[in-house]
């Protein structure tokens, strides 16, 4: 018989751990300090794998991703938190939790298990740890470069019919950026903005969500977020969960925040696909409905912690990228209303295929980066800050570069392909943890 408190205790170890090995720090308001666990919202007392002194001084210190890693804080903390062996007793777990939640421990300790090995690998204890692995631990399926020639000749056609014609690459590029430049987002009206697409995303996610979906979640909180521009991010923007203020009762608040990079160069258009994909019906409404499940029982502690790198976030991701058609109650991108629409998620999708692209070029064929950013602006059609971040801060990162940029296309394809083969009323609540905890690969065990 699984023993809950056991099977609480070793995750929450193994994942805080690993976690504590990266840096990072899952009670951190700001995603510049979250790393691989992206939250914590149950009830459950931090173990020492956070509280321990070396592990504070592990964080300060950046973990084994610091320009020059602090040896003796990464032995101090592995000599009081055995995170391999947390690690591995939650593979030895997960054996005993049933078929679907089993199936999700076994993947997520897989996940760590690979995480484990490239810190080591970084501390120049391992081996390098093999790409491929990587890119299957974290999406289920080897890595593959990125095929962007469908996505850039429906770009063309919409923007020559909006008077924006192209007819060589340079030219293409040079049309998405005049394009994108009649668009911009006024940088000081982002909140204002933000307000009004989530208005109407949420309605659309009340039509064409909620009726799918149990009726004790559809009062649950799907869009409590506030904007917050950050100056200077390495990242365009970081959706930071947060779910553990309380109402009076007792109940949760369901509460997020999103930190957005003050100097990034989109279009009203692709604003309304990030808002979606962050907000309602993607990350906030995603985590919150699964705070919500937890609270009632259905889903365990291992839902509270959600994890980077693994195939839950690659799910996660998936849903978020799809989350635009699910509010319109559509399948597929020229079934959206109006060009606009279509081309800014269009450019969207293509830069998360520049994100396996660049994961791609940078980890299994070795180009330098400016040769990645170059390829990522030409053939992606990114901005020039985008193309710069993906082949640097994000591509060259030892950890995401090679196991969480694979991940975005990776979710994209699979929950497009499932929402295509599924009717809304099986695959929204397959999605959303409905039928129990799933991750890129076993949602297919609650949709066979």
Known sequence: MLDETLLTRTTATAILGIDALFGGDVL?????????????????????????????????????????????????????????AAVKALSRLAGQAGDLRGAYLSGMADSLQAMWELGQELLGRGPKLDYDRCVVTSTGRPPEPSRP?????????????????????????????????????????IAQLADAFIAQLDEGTRRHLLPHLPASLRDVPRAN?????????????????????????????????????????????????????????????????????????????????????????????GIANNAILMAFGVTEVEQLPGADLQLGTLLALLQDDAKNQSSWLTWRQGLPQAEVAATLRRDFL??????????????RHPLLGRMYLPAYRAGTEKVAELRRRHRPEKVIPALYNCDGLVDLVTIDQVLK
């Open 225 to 317: 977020i506030t904007f917050l521009p950050i100056a200077d991010a390495w990242f365009s923007g970081s959706m930071n969960y947060v779910g553990r203020a309380r109402n009076a009762d007792g109940s949760p608040q369901y509460e997020a925040t999103y930190e957005i990079n003050a100097s990034l160069e989109i279009s009203v258009p692709e604003f309304a696909q990030l808002v979606s994909h962050e907000v309602v019906p993607g990350h906030v409404t995603n985590f919150a409905l699964t705070q919500g499940l937890h609270v009632a029982g259905k889903l365990g502690f291992e839902a509270t912690v959600l994890t980077m790198n693994t195939r839950g976030a690659a799910l996660s991701e």
């Open 28 to 84: 951190d308001p700001s995603g510049t300090g979250r790393f691989i666990a992206d939250s914590w919202f149950s009830s459950e007392p931090l173990p020492p794998a956070y509280t321990h002194p070396a592990a504070a001084a592990l964080r300060k210190a950046g973990g084994v991703v610091a320009k020059v890693p602090d040896l003796a804080a990464v032995d101090a903390y592995l000599s009081a938190v055995d995170v391999a």
């Open 149 to 189: 020639d469908e996505k850039r000749r429906r770009v063309a056609e919409l923007l020559a019919k909006a008077g924006y014609r192209s007819g060589s690459a340079d030219e293409l590029l040079a049309a998405v950026d005049a394009w994108r430049a009649d668009r911009l987002v006024p940088k000081k009206s």
């Open 382 to 395: 990114c901005s020039a800050e985008r193309a710069d971040k993906l082949s640097g801060a994000w591509g």
